[in-house]
């Protein structure tokens, strides 16, 4: 049956809303499917879920910046890394002898829920990055694992750095190229201390 808008059934005889529920409790499966390169750096971890969560809001964040559709650079980060809940995470040292079909699996996950047709056009979109949105996030992608390296770069770990400025190499976007530039510069804890009232440190103790 595929995606056909007027069948409510796929060939396996589930309906639309159960391929529906099927598919979110695939999508739940990324926030048990760990991101594997933080084994090389020695430290940090993540699941694929936060990195998507992060993604999408540096896409955002982006797509403001550049005056480019906000909702189209959302979806291609919130999509862009789905098909590992049934691929699982490849780091850059696990690409150079392991290959995966993204869109394959994508797709099989989509069957019969009737959203296939605009996802895998995001994808397609996103891997070609020919629109300013695909490489905007494309740029979010390397960002958000950039923002996590920062922290671990504060925190002590001198490798976090090469990291790093291996992902500025693979910004495409000047908006991309100039919030790195930010986050590279910014200390990860300093949005905690500007609160409204420097004195609020002084009274936390409810001292006047």
Known sequence: MGDDPISTVDMTGRDRLTRMAD???????????????????????ENVAEHSFGTAMIGYTLARMAGADEGKTVLLCLFHDVHEARTGDFNYVAKLYNTHDSRRALADGLKGTGMSGPVLKLHDELEEALSLEAR????????????????LLDLGNPYARKWMDCAVERLRTPQGRELAKAIMTTDHTDWWFLGPDACWWERKNGKE
């Open 23 to 45: 598919f979110l409790f695939e999508v739940s499966m990324l926030r048990r499917t760990p991101r594997t390169g933080y084994q090389f750096l020695g430290s940090g971890s």
């Open 136 to 151: 905007l996030a494309q740029d979010a992608d390397q960002l958000d694992l950039m923002v996590n390296l920062k922290e």
